[in-house]
């Protein structure tokens, strides 16, 4: 990668890391209160899940194309409003995604918890996931319950090639999470921004 969002090579560099350390400091607390950081796979139920959605989590491709010739809606969702997009996103099945797409799923469906299949794809490190929904049009933009997009998540977990295609994708740089971390005389304090 020469050259991110039309920045030099070397820019483009100090401007990742100087987003790394910005956001390292603001996002920790935010996070840890949501559990993200320790586990940011779904914790599924089977008796929770409908057939697409099982398919999804283990990876079957050729189960979900199945289905939706079945007529099995794409879009359908779970308890926790999440469709089978968000959790082949979230357990790296890059076929499922493709899969899906080609069924014409909603491509920036919500959960429950706001994110969409892309932030579940960075927030679990799968980049060929997260690469597939940029190339097919996913809005990078999109913040979850926390106010936090994609490009916080790739720079919390220090994930500068995902953080690359982010910004290769008009990622908003300058989006702001709901947890500001002000720092006083050598200590760090928490402060919510008045909503």
């Known amino acids: 990668m020469s050259k991110v969002a039309n920045l030099s090579y070397k820019k483009s560099q100090q401007l990742l890391k100087s987003?790394?350390?910005?956001?390292?400091?603001?996002?920790?607390?935010?996070?840890?209160?949501?559990?993200?950081?320790?586990?940011?796979?779904?914790?599924?139920?089977?008796?929770?899940?409908?057939?697409?959605?099982?398919a999804a989590r283990v990876g079957d491709a050729a189960r979900v194309r199945q289905l939706l010739i079945e007529k099995c809606g794409v879009n359908d969702r779970d308890k926790k409003k999440r469709t089978a997009l968000h959790i082949a996103c979230a357990y790296g099945h890059p076929k499922v995604?493709?899969?899906?797409?080609?069924?014409?799923?909603?491509?920036?469906?919500?959960?429950?918890?706001?994110?969409?299949?892309?932030?579940?794809?960075?927030?679990?490190?799968?980049e060929e996931c997260a690469t597939i929904l940029l190339v097919n049009g996913a809005d990078p933009n999109i913040v979850d319950a926390l106010g936090n997009s994609a490009l916080h998540y790739a720079v919390y977990y220090k994930n500068t090639s995902?953080?690359?295609?982010?910004?290769?994708?008009?990622?908003?740089?300058?989006?702001?999470?709901?947890?500001?971390?002000i720092y006083k005389k050598g200590t760090r304090q928490l402060s919510k921004r008045p909503t």
Do not use: W
């Open 97 to 126: 995604v493709m899969a899906l797409l080609e069924g014409q799923c909603e491509i920036d469906a919500i959960d429950s918890d706001k994110c969409t299949g892309l932030v579940k794809a960075v927030q679990c490190q799968e």
């Open 19 to 54: 987003l790394c350390n910005q956001q390292r400091q603001s996002l920790g607390t935010g996070f840890e209160s949501a559990n993200i950081l320790l586990s940011p796979k779904y914790h599924l139920r089977d008796k929770d899940l409908r057939k697409i959605h099982k």
């Open 162 to 181: 995902l953080a690359a295609k982010l910004l290769e994708h008009e990622v908003n740089i300058e989006v702001i999470n709901k947890v500001d971390v």
